[in-house]
């Protein structure tokens, strides 16, 4: 269970035209998430949500302000699911899994049980081009569970998958979730999946601000089908758009 | 009254044989070789000084068994062939080892492109017999010459390859192993390497090609030994055969290196790629009986 402090962290990008203004990715976030929680941030497209997460991985450097991710004092591991999979093209499923760690055989034990978890033990010795994009988003996801993170970091994990494949990854996602109990964030532009996920939802307005942050107090599992979940999900859309009228003071 | 059979659709079998042959990859290949060797024995008879397929592959039969000896005596040609080789290789080693260092350096960094980027496109435009002459005058006539030729003639067109191929990697996948905190050398082996070895492939193949030209040159102004040597010392003998069948040698080991050694590691790194494409060229293998 990792701890995260995000301190009036800001993010600009040089503009991308010669005379253009710098493109304010994250105008100015201080967020704190601990425990074994898991916490969705919400927003439009362009609202700095992956910037975020990659501030937060390591991938980028905040402009200003600053981000601590720990674990008991000492820096916390992370595992990161990105929009797309992300594997290497030339490398097999398993040692693809074996890339992000540093243990041999141990390692392989582990690998081969987080993708019997996502139903993929069968395409170890497969190469990426030839599995299916939902196969390669869930081996994406056992990699990234199979670190065993402290912190686990996802990108909108589901946006390119179709529906049915999406809604079986989310029941695995939670019972995965539910036996490990890590830290997660987890980023989505889908309401209705925030809710059915997560016990907090921190939802963020054009220019990188936090414009609402809710928590959910439902037990998990939960069914995208449960009436409670349903009752909440129309709720907060209807909060969600509320944002929409306030122009984006980017 | 024979009704002519109405044509089935069907493959073309009748004539099949002799033209499936002709146009399978072996058949156009042996066709090639036919027709070159018909229009060089034509070429001996235009003119006359020209030596002919026969003389030349007696030549080189006497060159490789020691000729009348019956093979009790072995012929000059594995001596200076492995000469050839030796030094071939210790070049193209020094040569592909520091292209592939500095094409990641420049591929890399902003600052080493900045700095190195000119000097290896000038080294790019200098020809072999340059090199050939240089080392001469700087190491006389010994066995530094033609290697230093070899490693200059073929670093730069590694690394300016190397460089392309670095520089083409996808920053997803570079930013993933950050976010995983994949260590420097393991990102190196099975991101950095793989990514660019099609790059590595096309810097290797024409490092091969230039070296090799480079070291016949070298061997020739300076070479006691070699393959080089041996094809002047049969051109200031006045014997073309020898001066033709060393020729021949040369090209042939090029091209068989070119043909079976590179595609096949190419085939082997692309695995992951085409794996139609390896079958294929496993087949064909099979076939010549590689
Ligand atoms: N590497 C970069 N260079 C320049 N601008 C960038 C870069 N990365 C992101 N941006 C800009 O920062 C802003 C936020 O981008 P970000 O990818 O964080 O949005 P997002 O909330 O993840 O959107 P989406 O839901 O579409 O994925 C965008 O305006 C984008 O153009
Ligand atoms: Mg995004």
């Known amino acids: 269970m990792a701890q995260v402090i995000i301190n009036r962290l800001k993010k600009t990008f040089p503009p991308p035209t010669k005379d253009g203004d710098p493109v304010v990715a994250i105008g100015d976030i201080s967020l704190e998430v601990e425990g074994n929680v898991f916490v969705s941030i919400v927003g439009p497209s362009g609202c700095g949500k992956s910037t975020l997460l990659n501030i937060l991985s390591g991938v980028e450097t905040p402009t200003s302000g600053t981000v601590s991710v720990t674990e008991g004092g000492r820096a916390a591991h992370l595992g990161y699911v990105f929009q797309d999979a992300r594997l290497l093209p030339w490398r097999t499923v398993m040692d693809n899994m074996l890339y992000v760690r540093d243990d041999g055989d141990a390692g392989e034990t582990k690998a081969t049980r987080y993708l019997d978890m996502v139903g993929l033990s069968h395409t170890h010795d497969m190469f990426p081009g030839q599995l299916s994009g939902g196969m390669q988003q869930r081996v994406g996801i056992a990699r990234a569970f199979s670190v065993e993170p402290d912190l686990l970091l996802m990108d909108e994990p589901f946006s390119h998958l179709d529906a049915i494949t999406a809604r079986s990854l989310r029941d695995h996602l939670q019972e995965l979730w539910s036996a490990t109990r890590k830290t997660v964030l987890f980023v989505t532009h889908d309401v209705v999946e925030a809710v059915q996920l997560s016990d907090r939802i921190i939802v963020l307005a054009p220019g990188g601000r936090i414009f609402d942050d809710i928590s959910i107090d439902l037990p998990h599992p939960r069914r995208a089908t449960d009436p409670k979940v349903a009752t909440l999900q129309a709720e907060i859309l209807g909060r969600f758009e509320e944002m929409h009228p306030a122009p984006a003071t980017a | ?290």
């Open chain 2, 1 to 290: 009254m024979t009704a002519a059979p109405v044509a089935l659709p069907e493959a073309p079998a009748p004539q099949g044989g002799l033209r499936r042959w002709l146009s399978s990859p072996i058949g156009a290949q042996v066709t090639a070789a036919v027709v070159f060797i018909g229009a060089w024995q034509l070429l001996t008879v235009i003119a006359p000084r020209v030596p002919g397929p026969a003389d030349v592959a007696n030549f080189l039969f006497v060159e490789i068994t020691g000729g009348s000896h019956g093979g009790i005596v072995r012929g000059q040609f594995f001596e200076h062939f492995a000469v050839t080789l030796q030094r071939f290789l210790l070049g193209l080693f020094f040569g592909f080892v520091s292209g592939l260092l500095v094409g990641i350096l420049i591929g890399s960094s902003t600052l080493a492109r900045a700095l190195l980027n000119d000097t290896v496109l000038v080294l790019l435009t200098m020809p072999a017999f340059v090199w050939a002459f240089l080392t001469t005058m700087w190491f006389g006539i010994t066995w530094q010459a033609p290697v230093l030729t070899v490693a200059f003639s073929a670093f730069p067109f590694v690394a300016i390859n190397v460089a392309q191929g670095v520089r083409a990697i996808a920053p997803e996948l570079r930013n993933m192993s950050t976010a995983f905190e994949v260590g420097r050398w393991k990102q190196f082996r099975h991101l950095t390497v793989p990514a660019v070895a099609g790059y590595i492939f096309a810097g290797l193949r024409f490092a091969i090609i230039i070296g090799w030209n480079g070291i016949l040159l070298s061997e020739w102004f300076s070479g006691q030994a070699g393959v080089g040597f041996r094809t002047r010392y049969w051109f200031d003998a006045n014997r073309y055969r020898g001066f033709v069948g060393w020729v021949i040698v040369f090209i042939v080991f090029i091209v068989l290196v070119d043909r079976v050694l590179l595609n096949r590691l190419q085939a082997r790194a692309f695995r992951w790629r085409d794996q139609k494409e390896v079958d294929f060229i496993e087949i064909q293998e099979e076939q010549v009986g590689l």
